[in-house]
């Protein structure tokens, strides 16, 4: 997040807008045309014209006010009108264009994720270890492989060089998440089909299965309940996913005092909020409804409240969600301090061990909030 006064500018949307000026710029330099250029490029305009779009209209609906809605993101729905979007002009696009396309979201997926960082503990080894970066690496490695056959793809080519890219994603939730084994079942179907069109060769045959059974090895290896860090531990303090952010206390409205320690147990989403942040009053009626239908998870809603014109209109906005959620007020700032708060709303998700499992600088909505406490 780069922080512009009081709004927040997502470091992942304006790396991928960079990275795509970057690409259009290479693009030229190898000899693509504006037209191919602005074809393999043009699916991602469309793919984030249709997101934001969908996000307005799903806003829209949800909250009554268009104002509102310009904040809203819309969840899984929106992301999913966006890859349809993307789909549908990946599909219409000239055969000998579909490597440049494979080869740009390759490198768009690098450098988000890049910049997008992810901790969490792997095999062995008891410290937080920096995931993103091992999964960049990853990526990097399928970008030098996409790299020789870009400009005249086969079938086979795009198929296995998909495969190898959703074995990555599979690979990085993995060791995050739970991934969810379903999964597993689009993954098998789409190595069939790359396996029936482009039948690989023995080596890759031996190679994938040595890397299956050396990952089979280390799983069962492992205790059947591995803990993700230890939540008192110096090491795992911080902010980013996989740490374990600072404690604190602070009063309700009614005086009375809140310690996120004492919700050590229980899944817990921290949101920090002010009642002049656009963003934040799009937010609240998503994380309420939320709220209402869940009975383990907790809320709490940190008001930044030095940084409000009128504390007493701050109070009268959010007394409506008082019954959904725990509303705090961090009157001296000290709060937002230890946690970097430079705009709003900015939220953390953590799990039962008090351990960043997400977070999101921008307004969130319950189709988020049902993803990321799951």
Not at 324 to 343: H, K, L, S, T
Not at 353 to 367: C, M, S
Request: some cysteine.
């Amino acid at each position: 997040m780069i922080a512009i006064g009081p709004l927040n500018v997502r470091l992942d949307l304006l790396v991928f807008m960079v990275s795509l000026l970057g690409l259009y710029i290479g693009f030229k330099k190898i000899g693509l045309t504006e037209k191919d250029r602005d074809a393999v490029l043009g699916t991602w305009f469309a793919g984030f014209l249709a997101w934001k779009l969908s996000a307005i209209i799903i806003g829209l609906a949800s909250t009554g006010s268009l104002a509102l809605s310009l904040y809203a993101t819309g969840g899984i729905w929106s992301i999913l009108v966006a890859i349809a979007t993307i789909g549908f002009f990946v599909f219409r696009l000239a055969p000998g264009l579909r490597g440049y396309w494979l080869f740009s979201a390759l490198l768009l997926w690098f450098g988000v994720t890049i910049v997008v960082p992810k901790y969490g503990t792997l095999p062995f080894i008891a410290t937080a270890q920096p995931l993103h970066l091992y999964t960049a690496l990853l990526i990097a490695g399928l970008i030098v492989v996409t790299w020789r056959w870009m400009r005249s793809p086969s079938v086979g080519a795009l198929l296995w060089t998909t495969v190898g890219a959703f074995a990555i994603w599979l690979v990085s939730t993995y060791a995050t998440t739970t991934v969810n084994l379903l999964w597993l079942i689009p993954f098998a179907a789409l190595v069939g089909l790359a396996g029936y069109v482009a039948k690989p060769s023995r080596r890759i045959v031996q190679s994938g299965l040595g890397v299956l059974v050396a990952l089979a090895i280390i799983n069962a290896s492992l205790p059947d309940e591995t803990p993700t860090l230890v939540a008192d531990s110096s090491q795992a303090a911080g902010l980013n996913i996989g740490q374990v952010p600072p404690n604190f206390e602070l009063k309700r409205t009614d005086g009375t005092t809140l310690n996120l320690e004492d919700l050590r147990g229980e899944r817990v989403v921290v949101n920090f909020w002010a009642s002049w942040c656009p963003p934040c009053r799009a937010e609240m009626p998503d994380m309420a409804k939320f709220a209402r239908e869940q009975d383990d998870v907790t809320i709490v809603a940190v008001n930044t409240t030095t940084s409000e014109r009128d504390v007493d209109e701050a109070r009268s906005f959010v007394a409506p969600y008082e019954d959904a959620f725990q509303v705090v007020y961090d009157e001296d700032g000290a709060v937002g301090n230890a946690y970097r708060i430079q705009a709003m709303p900015t939220t953390y998700v953590l799990d039962e061990n008090g351990v960043i499992v997400a977070k999101q600088f921008g307004a969130i909505d319950k189709a988020w909030l049902d993803t990321k406490t799951n």
